[in-house]
T-cell receptor, first 110, second 113 residues
Framework: GQNIDQPTEMTATEGAIVQINCTYQ??????LFWYQQHAGEAPTFLSY????GLEEKGRFSSFLSRSKGYSYLLLKELQMKDSASYLC???????????FGRGTSLIVHP | EAQVTQNPRYLITVTGKKLTVTCSQN?????MSWYRQDPGLGLRQIYY???????DKGDVPEGYKVSRKEKRNFPLILESPSPNQTSLYFC????????????FGPGTRLTVT
């Protein structure tokens, strides 16, 4: 099984930078995903990391350290529309099918 | 337009009345799955299918059935729904190799009274 831990809720100010952490314990690691989910909507894919390091995609970046079982999602130049739940998910055990964490609800205020 | 569709989007039913939630994708994806999402518990996988006629249990399969007779369709069947199956259900699809991104349907909100 897997143990995925991320903060339940975070708040940040419009225009700022926020870092959402995710720690995991698993065997046979096959990659870590981040998804964004607005209230009442479907999750949408943000990033996939399988090697250590930082992957940058516009305002969003995702970092992975396999030895530490740790990832973070970095959101820059926050906008009100970034208020959403951010789901960390880990694939392991020879499968690329991810198990999802409980998600971090991010509230961006003016 | 590439998409995953689910029907119905909203359903209120009574305990014990069999129901089916349909899921269809037009991206020729091999992999499809069903999740339920409950407050404080996150997304939990019910069943998944790696290809036609191949299905496997996820983390919470009890009380559910699935079938994969065609590549594009993956219906979720509740033979005898109970109130603890009241939830938000998502269908998802993806490729087996290459991009491991999953595409989610819009969700089905089910209430069992």
């Amino acid at each position: 099984g897997q143990n995925i831990d991320q903060p339940t809720e975070m708040t940040a100010t419009e225009g700022a930078i926020v870092q959402i952490n995710c720690t995991y314990q698993t065997s046979g690691f096959n990659g870590l995903f981040w998804y964004q989910q607005h209230a009442g909507e479907a999750p949408t894919f943000l990033s996939y990391n399988v090697l250590d390091g930082l992957e940058e995609k516009g305002r969003f970046s995702s970092f992975l350290s396999r030895s530490k079982g740790y990832s973070y999602l970095l959101l820059k130049e926050l906008q009100m529309k970034d208020s959403a739940s951010y789901l960390c998910a880990v694939a392991s055990g020879g499968s690329y099918i991810p198990t999802f964490g409980r998600g971090t609800s991010l509230i961006v205020h003016p | 337009e590439a998409q995953v569709t689910q029907n119905p989007r909203y359903l209120i039913t009574v305990t014990g009345k069999k129901l089916t939630v349909t899921c269809s994708q037009n991206m020729n994806h091999e992999y499809m799955s069903w999740y339920r999402q409950d407050p404080g518990l996150g997304l939990r996988q019910i069943y998944y299918s790696m290809n036609v006629e191949v299905t496997d249990k996820g983390d919470v399969p009890e009380g559910y059935k699935v079938s994969r007779k065609e590549k594009r369709n993956f219906p979720l069947i509740l033979e005898s729904p109970s109130p603890n199956q009241t939830s938000l259900y998502f269908c998802a699809s993806g490729r087996q190799r290459g991009s491991y991104e999953q595409y989610f349907g819009p969700g089905t909100r089910l209430t069992v009274t």
